[in-house]
């Protein structure tokens, strides 16, 4: 009933940026907090940066001062603006929501994207 599509991937230099935006779209009720998540080769996937509906945001002590996540309510749409890129950085990311559908508005999905590869490289 909802899907979560992650965008803005891509190879990049140490020192570079990217931003990732995730769109979710379905019969959506309301979200509550949207995230990202990534997962490096042979490490478990680790919360990145989320974003409640209210604007709180939390990152990751590897992330805070280089890493930006944002939201538009409107477009039902989160945003990782990343900084500063580091090797350390490479990963598949994962958009998180969530979602209460028109459905089911009393039970909140814990919805992910297919996940996008972000991969810092010389």
């Known amino acids: 009933q909802v899907q979560l599509v992650e965008s803005g991937g891509g190879l990049v230099q140490p020192g570079g940026s990217l931003r990732l935006s995730c769109a979710a779209s379905g019969s959506i009720f309301s979200i509550n907090t949207m995230g990202w998540y990534r997962q490096a080769p042979g490490k478990q996937r680790e919360l990145v940066a989320a974003?409640?509906?209210?604007?709180?945001?939390n990152y990751a002590d590897s992330v805070k001062g280089r890493f930006t996540v944002s939201r538009d309510n409107a477009k039902n749409t989160v945003y990782l603006q990343m900084n500063n890129l580091k090797p350390e950085d490479t990963a598949v990311y994962y958009c998180?929501?969530?979602?209460?559908?028109?459905?089911?508005?009393?039970?909140?999905?814990?919805?992910w994207g297919q996940g996008t590869q972000v991969t810092v490289s010389s």
């Open positions: 974003i409640s509906s209210g604007g709180i945001t």
């Open positions: 998180n929501a969530g979602v209460r559908t028109t459905t089911q508005p009393m039970v909140t999905y814990n919805s």
